[in-house]
């Protein structure tokens, strides 16, 4: 039997339809929990994202998906009265998960293209980073929260490192860190867990937005010790892991998921 079948709890993932957050709801499905996708998509990606919610829904869990900005507040505040509409009375949030990668790829100094400014840093900022607490906040005030939930963001390397055009979303990486350690405590009075997984390189659509991605991936597989990129399913399998009653005892922490590349 799947352990979290029959127990009325959903996986909310922003940003499920690609990448660490879909395959991270892919494999929580298998498991069991029902799952809610928000997601930002163009019309023209629609036809292939569909393709894999219908994987998801194949699994015999309940499904509910919104191609939504999910970083304004009358947007999210719609989100909230819709799922409150569809939940059965019993229903409650189990993980919320923060797969959002939203922000401005650029350089601090450029003669050839544009430059970071401070709506730049705003933007990426507020989107990659304080909508965790945005959305961790209007599901505990709309009391849609288990007794026991976990929240599960995605990080990087580049919290630490100086990587070119990376400065914006760097900043957001850390503020992302530092919110979540403060929902790790202020709100465990109520049953709520946040923890961070830093994942390792991992060929996405984001990661070959980032300028010199060739480079990124050939130095990643020189350092890292099992010579392979991560993968999703790698990221996924550990927000499971989260996501299980045997880890209930960890909170506000960063974990590597990265096969030792931070190692070196």
Known sequence: MKE???KNEWAL??????????ATAKKLA???LNICVIHRSARIQESAIYEEFDVIKNEGVQFIAYNSDAFKTEKRELIIKDIKAQFDANDKIKVLVHSVAKGNLKPMISEDNAALKHDDFALTISAMGISLYDWTKVLFDAKLFSDDSRIISFTSEGNSKAWQNYAAVSAAKVTLEAITRNIALEFAPFGIKANCIQAGVTDTSSLRMIPGSDKIIEHTLMRNPNKRLTL???VANAVYLLCKDEAAWITGTIIP???GEHLS
């Open 30 to 32: 298998r498991h069991g």
């Open 257 to 259: 998921v990265d096969g």
């Open 232 to 234: 999703p399913e790698d």
């Open 4 to 6: 979290f079948q029959n």
């Open 13 to 22: 993932i922003l940003g499920g339809s690609s990448g660490l957050g879909l």
